[in-house]
């Protein structure tokens, strides 16, 4: 909806056409690919960066290709479906852990019979708005030697001085080796990036299939997503309002006894527990003006259907009040 964005995009469309009409190492790469490549290397502290076609092919590509035969791959139970969907297909091993059990994600770790072992992991979660320990993280894959692998889906324009996200609101993203920004949330338009050092990149161009063997994005989204980065960095008002919008709807809901889970985000699920209740409670709401999604299973584990209230940075304190009233009224469905 911002105008800087539409003008770029049609001062792009005006320069280019829409479609880039071949792969990117055919003759699809353009100015508006390699520009923002450039701006999210610096933007996640990383050598270099590059993008897909959306945040899915980002992480397949990602965890097809670095993870080999003879390495292991840790996932956190609760990864995205775009992790763990190319981690079972690739050719390493993989064990899951959960966040509560560190010292069993440890033992996995210490395991000497792998030659490379890989930590993946959302920092904000996206059925529950809350967080990975990410200074833990960081201390096991430094104990370790471990590469760390970070998806900021959530969490890139919301969290962080500059925006980057939770990596760098805890002063650990130079300890990430590779972040994975998809731009279809916050930055508002679609694609993912993938960051690290050069070599990981260079790799990445030369192996991975998800990025060598289809056409590139088109510039137009490349231009808008670049203009959106220069709003986050430059605009840290928007976040501001965010968190705080969040902190005020968490701490109402909780007040209201709702279940929010361990939300610490902008994300909060409102559980509920029966799916029939979670979409009639949903249908209310939309009715009342609040598009707010029952999410259910097996997208969440079973007896967990929950309303999943995603805030943003320009709600009104009205349409937050206006919420917590309709909320309260739960009970008597
Ligand atoms: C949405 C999401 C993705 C997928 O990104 P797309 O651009 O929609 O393909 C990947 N990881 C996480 C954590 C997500 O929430």
New binding site residues.
């Given amino acids: 909806e911002d105008p800087r964005i539409k003008q770029a995009v049609v001062e792009t469309v005006e320069q280019y056409g829409f479609g880039a009409a071949a792969s990117r190492l055919i003759s699809g790469t353009m100015q508006a690919h390699t520009e923002l490549e450039a701006a999210f290397a610096s933007f996640l502290h990383k050598e270099a960066s590059l993008y897909f076609p ?4 980002a ?1 397949q590509a990602v965890l097809t290709t670095l993870p080999q035969k003879g390495d292991l791959v840790l996932l956190d139970r609760y990864d ?1 479906a ?2 763990i969907d190319p981690v079972k297909a690739c050719e390493a091993d993989f064990r899951t852990y959960r966040r509560n059990q560190p010292e069993r994600l440890e033992k996995y770790l210490a395991d000497s019979k792998y030659n490379n072992r890989f930590i993946v992991t ?1 920092s904000v979660f ?1 059925m529950d708005g809350d967080t990975a320990n990410l200074t833990e993280l960081v201390e096991l894959r430094n104990k370790y030697n471990a590469i760390l692998i970070v ?1 900021e ?2 969490s890139v324009g919301c969290f962080g001085s500059t925006g980057a996200g939770l990596c760098e609101q805890e002063g650990i993203l130079d300890d990430v080796d590779i972040v ?1 920004a ?4 916050a930055i508002a338009a ?3 990036i993938v960051a690290g050092a050069k070599v990981v990149i260079d790799m990445l161009v030369n192996k991975a299939r998800p990025f060598i063997y289809t056409t590139a994005p088109s510039p137009v989204v490349a231009a808008a997503a670049f203009k959106s980065l220069e709003i986050i960095r430059s605009e840290p008002d928007r976040r501001e309002r965010l968190q705080k919008n969040a902190a005020f709807l968490r701490n109402a809901f909780v007040d209201m006894d709702l279940d929010i889970g361990n939300s610490t985000t902008q994300i909060i699920p409102v559980i509920l527990g029966d799916s029939a209740k979670a979409m009639k409670v949903s249908k209310k709401l939309y009715d009342a003006g609040y598009f707010i999604s029952a999410i259910r299973p097996p997208t969440v584990p079973p007896g967990t259907a929950r309303l999943r209230v995603s805030v943003q940075s320009d709600h009104t304190q009205e349409q937050l009040d206006g919420l917590c009233g309709l909320l309260t009224q739960i009970d008597a469905e």
């Fill in positions: 959306s945040g899915w092919t992480n995205h775009s992790i959302e996206s998806d889906a959530h994975i998809p731009l279809g949330k679609t694609g993912g």
